[in-house]
């Protein structure tokens, strides 16, 4: 077991209620190690939930950028008159990459289904601008 995997698994025994001594035992480390792992861990996880805004800003602009580019390939295939295969696979690549934004953004429709189940809610993409600009949202409605 590395040093990480003491650290990681020493935060969640305590985490569920063990005494630091306890868990000195089972890992044969001193108390005060436990605690500086569990100090060691506490900080980490602050670090990340600290990041956690800036890494969905990333994947949620990944996203964007997947449905831009995928909408700019369906486009060039309709105006070079590819296969409506290939246009059909890029629009498919934009709703999945739309389905998986609107989650990340928490637009989740099926739990929004759950809340009002008199309506129907799902995903909805909307896709405007120009050719060299596209512009797509991504939302839920009612």
């Given at each position: 077991?590395?040093?990480?995997?003491?650290r990681a698994?020493?935060?969640?025994l305590?985490s569920?209620?063990?005494?630091q001594?306890r868990i000195?035992?089972?890992?044969?480390v001193?108390?005060?190690?436990?605690?500086?792992?569990?100090?060691i861990?506490?900080?980490?996880?602050?670090?990340?939930?600290?990041?956690?805004d800036?890494?969905?800003?990333?994947?949620?602009?990944?996203y964007?950028?997947?449905m831009?580019?995928?909408?700019n390939?369906?486009?060039?295939a309709?105006d070079?008159?590819?296969?409506s295969?290939?246009?059909t696979n890029?629009?498919?690549?934009?709703l999945?990459?739309?389905?998986?934004?609107a989650?990340l953004?928490g637009l989740?429709a099926?739990?929004?289904?759950?809340?009002?189940?008199?309506s129907?809610t799902?995903v909805v993409v909307?896709?405007?601008?120009s050719?060299e600009?596209p512009?797509?949202?991504?939302g839920?409605?009612?």
């Amino acid at each position: 077991m590395t040093i990480d995997e003491r650290r990681a698994e020493t935060f969640l025994l305590y985490s569920t209620g063990w005494e630091q001594t306890r868990i000195a035992r089972r890992f044969n480390v001193s108390q005060t190690t436990v605690s500086k792992d569990i100090a060691i861990e506490i900080r980490k996880r602050r670090a990340r939930a600290e990041n956690i805004d800036e890494e969905i800003e990333r994947v949620a602009g990944v996203y964007e950028n997947v449905m831009t580019r995928a909408w700019n390939r369906h486009n060039e295939a309709a105006d070079v008159n590819i296969t409506s295969v290939a246009g059909t696979n890029y629009l498919r690549l934009v709703l999945d990459a739309a389905e998986k934004y609107a989650q990340l953004r928490g637009l989740d429709a099926s739990s929004a289904v759950r809340k009002s189940e008199k309506s129907t809610t799902r995903v909805v993409v909307r896709i405007g601008g120009s050719t060299e600009s596209p512009q797509i949202d991504v939302g839920v409605e009612s």
